[in-house]
């Protein structure tokens, strides 16, 4: 069995057929899938498709390009929504300085503002880093934002970086570039890390997989970075679901 420990369900790509992206999720044998939210709205509907589902769990958070909505107003929104039982943790949260859509301080004060968000409701943060990497680990060991463990999604990080994450508490999660022939990088990344402390996800609809590169990613596609992992540390998939998916469960708290 296994997990996607990062999708985007509620995204407007899934409105006509989620009733089949799950269908062959199931088939796919990934039988939980963390849906993380990115703005208020995609929070809201996180919940509310985990409410429904069994199997779905939510983030709750705003994602780096949407930081300048995070008002107190909203921060007190995604509080009241975290206090639903199907919540494991808060994000995505983070810093993007690839494309730079909300202001760098604006940026940084909305991180900030959810990590002590995410310790007050003693939950694991998501965080989405694109060209961030030392503020991100500044922010991270100044305001020990992995206390309560904490989840570095689609990794994109030297080898040294993520010794240092997993030293403060963090997971590294990997997506579909792990599978593209030029991840040199996340390759050394996957091979040398604890295997304790790796979780595998789509970030979907975005970085599909090969060989489905340039199409909708969907949660039946995590299966293709299970079999690149296992590739990458020579053991059978099944050995990867299993691992993953008690790091999983693990770091997110699940029954
Ligand atoms: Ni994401």
Redesign the pocket.
């Known amino acids: 069995m296994l997990i996607d420990s ?1 999708a ?1 369900l509620q995204d407007r790509e899934y409105k006509n057929d989620l009733d089949q992206v799950m269908a062959r999720a199931a088939r796919a044998g990934v039988n939980t899938i963390i849906c ?1 939210g ?1 703005d208020y709205s995609a929070s809201q509907k996180a919940v509310d498709l985990a409410k429904k589902n069994n199997n779905i769990y939510a983030a709750v958070g705003i ?1 780096p390009h949407d930081a300048k909505t995070l008002d107190e107003q909203t921060l007190e929104k995604l509080y009241n929504l975290a206090l639903n039982p199907k919540v494991v943790a808060i994000g ?1 949260m983070g810093l993007d300085y690839y494309r730079n859509l909300s202001p760098v301080e604006q940026q940084k004060k909305a991180f900030v503002e959810q990590i002590k968000l995410a310790q007050e409701l003693k939950k694991p943060v998501v965080i ?1 880093d694109r060209d961030a990497h030392q503020d991100i680990l500044d922010i991270i060991k100044r305001e020990k934002a992995g206390i309560n463990g904490g989840i570095m ?2 990794y994109s990080g030297q080898l040294p970086l993520a010794v240092e994450l997993i030293k403060e508490g963090f997971y590294i999660s990997f997506a579909g570039p792990l599978t593209f022939k030029n991840a040199k990088k996340s390759h050394e990344v996957a091979q040398k890390i604890n295997l304790d402390r790796i979780l595998i996800e789509t ?1 979907c609809p ?1 970085l599909t997989p090969e060989p489905f590169r340039g199409k909708r990613n969907e949660p039946a596609h995590v299966k293709l970075v299970a079999q690149k992992l296992a590739e990458i540390r020579n053991l059978e998939v099944e050995e990867i679901a299993h691992i993953t998916s008690s790091n999983t469960k693990r770091v997110f708290q699940l029954d």
């Open positions: 990062h985007h993380i990115f994602h995505e989405h999604h689609c970030d975005y």
